[in-house]
């Protein structure tokens, strides 16, 4: 049982791994794509602000996420397993088409298609934690396209009489500012979801390890209200490694095939996009940071007019978006089924 913990352990990392190189673009696609900062140069400071989430933030989001979904007493670790095969692989099958999915709803989704593989719908928690995920599907992107549009709008008016080298100067130091806030706003709500995941893993098994001495005792989590600082530290570097490698297809995506940014709304999508992250993740709302900085960067570039939007792609999006936690779900059932036949007991 306990390399079999050890491997899904190591797979939530892997998840976060991923889900940290998939979603770079989140923090960092603005800050390239108004070219303020090289692509090298914007994943070490994204990584780096990443990581500092653990410092600044709490851990509402990975108590909601290891106890407010799928009842105690059907999680197993299979039912982790299987929910994190879904997870990895829809984020895999976004990435390769260069599609901004969400790693949030993925693991959401898979985590619930696979309790449901083993217990039916009655294994969810259809209550408030359902209810906020949900609605953050729509309210995310809305509030950050509002937030951006009225910010740009604000910045528009402020700077209306500088000349265009004096506001291009002011934002491409602003936008260092912005993107680290985003940066950190990521690590703060994404990092805590693989949080969420490894506890409720560990506490699906603990008995196996609550009488446990030397390595092993380390293991023994008795309240998903608890986090080991040993998850907490690896969930944030593991996510800040994979935002060093970066996922620059969807950077490409979002940097530039939205709409065409400039330093100042660049500055103002990832303000825009931090603001509705951080509250979330402060309220322990597990919020997608990409359909957040999207809806961000639409909102601002609405502000041109609303051809400066190229709706193609937002639609491409906004479907993925839909089938995220259905096809991550799905993917996780059929895991679940397939892994219930050979895993331990």
């Known amino acids: 049982m306990f390399t079999y913990v050890l491997i899904i352990i190591f797979l939530a990392l892997a998840f976060d791994f991923i889900n940290g190189f998939h979603d770079s673009a989140n923090s960092i696609a603005t800050i390239v794509g108004t070219r303020v ?4 140069a914007a994943v070490v400071w994204a990584a780096t602000f990443n990581f500092a989430a653990a410092l600044l933030v709490g851990t509402a989001v990975a108590k909601a996420v ?19 095969v879904g997870a990895i692989t829809w984020n895999i099958i976004t990435w390769y088409f260069g599609i ?17 593989a083993k217990a039916g719908v009655g294994a969810l928690i259809w209550g408030k934690k359902w209810i906020e ?3 953050a599907i729509a309210m995310s992107p809305l509030l950050g396209a509002l ?5 740009m709008v604000l910045l528009f008016n402020i700077f209306k009489r500088a000349t265009p080298a004096g506001v291009e100067r002011v934002f ?31 506490y699906s098994v603990r008995d196996h390890f609550q009488n446990a001495t030397g390595f092993e005792r380390h293991f023994y989590v008795g309240d998903t209200a608890h986090i080991p600082m040993w998850v907490a530290l690896a969930a944030y570097f593991c996510i800040s490694l994979g935002t060093l490698f970066g996922g620059w297809r969807i950077v490409h995506t979002m940097g530039s095939r939205i709409t065409r940014l400039k330093p100042i709304s660049g500055f103002a999508a990832e303000t825009a996009g931090a603001i509705v992250i951080l509250t979330a993740s402060k309220l322990g709302i597990p919020v997608s940071t990409t359909h957040t900085i999207t809806g961000s960067i639409v909102g601002v570039g ?7 939007v190229r709706w193609g792609i937002a639609g491409r999006i906004l479907w993925a978006w839909v089938l995220t936690i259905p096809a991550a779900a799905t993917i996780a059932a059929i895991s679940y089924l397939l892994l219930s036949q050979i895993a331990p007991a």
């Open 37 to 40: 900062l090289s692509p090298f």
């Open 66 to 84: 290891s106890s407010g979904f799928v009842h105690a007493d059907v999680v197993t670790p299979t039912v982790i397993c299987a929910g994190l």
């Open 100 to 116: 901004p999915s969400s790693s949030s709803h993925a693991l959401i989704g898979g985590f619930a298609g696979a309790a449901i």
């Open 302 to 308: 609405a502000t041109q007019r609303l051809s400066g």
């Open 147 to 151: 937030i951006g549009f009225i910010l």
């Open 172 to 202: 491409r130091r602003g936008q260092l500012v912005s993107s680290a806030a985003m940066s950190l706003a990521h690590g703060s709500n994404d990092a805590q979801k693989t949080m969420g995941i490894i506890v409720g893993l560990l």
């Open 133 to 135: 995920t949900l609605s």
